[in-house]
């Protein structure tokens, strides 16, 4: 069970900016932990894209962007293209009964 | 590059032991500060995490769910990472990922994930 949630798909067009938010609790997101968030193609090794909240790995574009506030989370992908059509993942840490790693619920972008 | 490959048996009848094992290569996983980990993805449940080992091997850390019946190793001979999950039902059915978290980041930050196994309980 998901401790992090997320808004099951979302849906641009080319060249259009879609959002992407995850919200959690006061026994992670809103405890202050990091959010990362990772990008899921099928038959290939998941990727992070995002690290501390805002941060980009070297590679990923700047396409993509995170921000993080209270309990939630976002990602931003901006000039949405064709390969961006993908699941996407945040992730977090939480304090609550020993639980580590935690993540959201997953929302599938589609690339209309 | 870190690379990491999962290999399992693919078909695992209820009540027995499901053993993975995760071929690392590009790195060494004695070296550096990482945490050598194992999550799963199943239809009914999303991503979640089984546990996690220091590269050091002198810490382990389990979701308390599976602790009882989840194993993490090192073999540091091989480069390799393995789960043992004991008593396995239906509901362990799922791809099964390595991964490799930074350990001083302190949140599961992970910076290299292999491309997942998937694991069928059935009779």
């Known amino acids: 069970q998901s401790v992090l949630t997320q808004p099951p798909s979302v849906s641009g067009a080319p060249g259009q900016r879609v959002s992407i938010s995850c919200t959690g609790g006061n026994s992670n997101i809103g405890a202050g932990y990091d959010v990362q968030w990772y990008q899921f193609l099928p038959g290939t090794a998941p990727k992070l894209l995002i690290y501390a909240n805002t941060n980009r790995p070297s590679g990923v574009p700047d396409r993509f962007s995170g921000s993080k506030s209270g309990t939630s989370a976002s990602l931003a992908i901006t000039g949405l293209q064709a390969e961006d059509e993908a699941d996407y993942y945040c992730q977090s840490y939480d304090s609550s009964l020993r639980e580590a790693w935690v993540f959201g619920t997953g929302t599938k972008v589609t690339v209309l | 590059q870190v690379q990491l490959q999962a290999s399992g048996p693919g078909l695992v009848k209820p009540s027995e032991t499901l053993s993975l094992t995760c071929t690392v290569s590009?790195?060494?996983?004695?070296?550096?500060?990482?945490?050598w980990s194992w999550i799963r993805q199943s239809p009914g449940k999303g991503l979640e995490w089984i546990a996690y080992?220091?590269?050091?091997?002198?810490?382990?850390n389990y979701t308390p769910s599976l602790k009882s019946r989840a194993t993490i190793s090192l073999d540091t001979s091989k480069n390799q990472l393995s789960l043992e999950l004991t008593s396995v039902t239906a509901a362990d059915t799922a791809v099964y990922y390595c991964?490799?978290?930074?350990?001083?980041?302190?949140?599961?930050?992970?910076?290299?994930w292999g491309q997942g196994s998937l694991v069928t309980v059935s009779s």
């Open positions: 991964a490799r978290a930074i350990a001083a980041a302190g949140t599961g930050l992970i910076d290299y």
């Open positions: 590009g790195g060494s996983v004695s070296s550096g500060s990482y945490y």
């Open positions: 080992i220091f590269n050091t091997g002198s810490t382990t």
